[in-house]
């Protein structure tokens, strides 16, 4: 059976409106605001976490005992997720609850009543989930590697390299004027789209109408803030080194100490037609931990399993990173290893040896592996309708269409050996050569299937 097509349609205020037909009892919905912590300034630090944690608080029509109950009782599969380059409000409920999830998303987007009462309650539940997130250095170290390599003039993380977590200090002085601010300027209708998977299209638009389209277009002036807020990202680059034998040890006795080593370059867009040949080579590298139960579907035959995990049996840890944005990306790997002299003096000639040889040595067999591996992975997180309906929101609100899996599946299949030693040498070398592929738009598509 062929997929379903995604119908769009964009409302006189600029809000559009996604969706794409499939069977199932459920239907994902969702609402995607483009906004994120790269848009924050200084004032702003900090909203875009505090917003997504205040998410299901009281609002103009329902209390947050309200809210709660209402979610329960359509099974309470909701969530609100805030990222770099997205604010995310999703849900997946029965067909015949999908009025009231469009009525709540509508709620918890628009009206939301920021009371400072529950702006209290939030700050002490998020302090504790900075203290649990610090002691996790998988989630923390990214992180600093963003700061490190976006900065502004002065040297201080700006855009992509403003943390995902809002701080401590600002934890303790966010006010409910600087969220309510921060709404004001980027929760606009031609920054959002609606979403959703498994409903006819015209209901899905009826049903946003009603709760997004009596929102004003956006005025001249907030046009000419978001305008003066919304700066390219700078990579600059750089090291730290942070020293911690100081600190407390864990609290979990099954913990080692270990020492963490990343290495990222600047990378590409997600416009550029290379991001297939980038991510294939990423899952051709793959990696893992030093122990994993499992054969080659958990990538054990991934070059760095291979030729790092299986050789040096001192490295706990090596994974490549691979991180995508509007106008810029980051690409690189890590590792982690005893906190010994030896294992340090050893660590950076072997990660870097992994680097040079991508942009000389690829295997018919590893990059036929790579392919299929990634294409599954691609396929199965696919067949869950709340990541679904994030990747419909998500193209459309990025680059005004969707892509289909199958088309992203032809792509990845086209790629020789040779495109990936060339993205390769592009990030790793820094050569400075546009990629020759030269993929078809999802119009240039239709208009081909209807010759």
Same mark, same amino acid.
């Given at each position: ?54 998410? %299901?608080?009281?609002?103009?029509? %329902? ?28 849900? =997946?409920? %029965? ?64 855009? =992509? ?189 072997? =990660? ?23 294409? &599954?992975?691609?396929?199965? &997180? ?70």
């Amino acid at each position: 059976m062929a997929p379903s097509e995604t119908h769009i349609t964009t409302l006189p205020n600029g809000l559009r409106i996604a969706s794409q037909d499939a069977p199932g009892h459920f239907v994902a919905c969702g609402v995607y605001v483009d906004a994120g912590t790269r848009f924050e300034n200084d004032e702003l630090a900090g909203c875009s976490h505090i917003l997504d944690r205040t998410t %299901f608080k009281s609002t103009k029509q %329902f209390t947050t005992e309200q809210i709660v109950q209402e979610l329960e009782s359509m099974g309470g599969n909701c969530i609100a997720h805030s990222s770099r380059e997205a604010i995310m409000y999703q849900g =997946l409920v %029965f067909r015949h609850d999908l009025a009231k999830m469009m009525k709540m998303l509508g709620q918890v987007v628009r009206h939301p009543l920021l009371l400072p009462e529950e702006m209290d309650d939030t700050r002490q539940t998020t302090m504790y989930e900075i203290q649990e997130l610090q002691q996790r250095p998988e989630m923390i170290l990214p992180e600093h590697l963003h700061a490190v390599a976006f900065r502004n003039a002065k040297g201080e993380p700006d855009t =992509l390299g403003r943390p995902l977590l809002c701080s401590m200090e600002r934890l303790e002085v966010m006010s409910t004027e600087a969220m309510r601010k921060y709404r004001d300027i980027w929760y606009t209708p031609d920054r959002m789209v609606v979403a959703g998977i498994g409903m006819d299209h015209q209901m899905l638009v009826d049903l946003a109408s009603k709760e997004f389209g009596d929102m004003p277009s956006i005025s001249p002036a907030t046009a000419k803030l978001q305008s003066e807020l919304r700066a390219p990202a700078r990579y600059e680059g750089g090291i730290t080194i942070f020293d911690t034998k100081d600190l407390p040890p864990s609290p979990n006795p099954d913990d080692k100490q270990l020492t963490h080593v990343y290495i990222a370059f600047e990378s590409l867009p997600i416009s550029d037609p290379d991001v297939y040949a980038l991510a294939t080579l990423t899952s051709l590298m793959g990696g893992g931990g030093s122990f994993s139960a499992g054969g080659p579907g958990k990538g054990m035959y991934t070059r760095l399993y291979t030729q790092v995990l299986n050789r040096y049996h001192w490295v706990e840890n090596c994974n490549m990173l691979n991180f995508s944005y509007l106008d810029t990306g980051l690409f690189g790997i890590q590792a982690s290893i005893p906190p010994s002299p030896e294992a340090h003096a050893q660590i950076i000639p072997v =990660l870097c040896d992994q680097l040079l040889r991508m942009t000389t040595e690829i295997g018919a067999e590893e990059l036929s592996r790579a392919k299929n591996q990634l294409k &599954s992975n691609l396929l199965m &997180s696919l067949e869950a309708k709340v990541v679904e309906c994030e990747d419909i929101g998500r193209q459309i609100m990025v680059q005004g269409h969707r892509l289909s899996v199958a088309e992203m599946c032809k792509r990845i299949e086209s790629l020789t050996a040779e495109d990936l030693k060339r993205v390769a040498r592009r990030i790793v070398l820094g050569q400075d050569v546009q990629s020759p592929l030269d993929f078809a738009t999802p119009q240039d598509l239709a208009d081909g299937q209807a010759k």
